[in-house]
Nanobody, 122 residues
Framework: QVQLVESGGGLVQAGGSLRLSCAAS?????????MGWFRQAPGKEREFVAT????????SYAESVKGRFTISRDNAKNTVYLQMNSLKPEDAAVYYC??????????????WGQGTQVTVSS
């Protein structure tokens, strides 16, 4: 069982930046898993944002965030990050981290956090 806790969400103006963190709690060891970030806006399906392999050398992004968002991980700190720059109002959503796959498909992931809210004002 892997327990994931997201943090770092909040309210930011369009064009601003936020860094989300996803920490594994308890006895969870995040380094055993490829990881991903997804987001879900009200009334919409949960969608892929970014994914990272075990050691951070494999990266993949949704087209909508490419060049603005950066996923990274620090296995020593048992944490995965999502640096979000040049935020747009359409980036507003609840952001979830997930463990278990290097994939853009939700179905590949075994474990999910509870999410952190990102609000972008125009």
């Amino acid at each position: 069982q892997v327990q994931l806790v997201e943090s770092g969400g909040g309210l930011v103006q369009a064009g601003g930046s936020l860094r989300l963190s996803c920490a594994a709690s308890g006895r969870s060891i995040i380094s055993r898993y490829p990881m991903g970030w997804f987001r879900q806006a009200p009334g919409k399906e949960r969608e892929f944002v970014a994914t990272i392999g075990w050691f951070g050398s494999m990266l993949s992004y949704a087209e909508s965030v490419k060049g603005r968002f950066t996923i990274s991980r620090d296995n020593a700190k048992n944490t995965v990050y999502l640096q979000m720059n040049s935020l747009k109002p359409e980036d507003a959503a609840v952001y979830y981290c997930a463990a278990g796959a290097y994939s853009s498909s939700r179905s590949g992931y075994e474990y999910w956090g509870q999410g952190t809210q990102v609000t972008v004002s125009s």
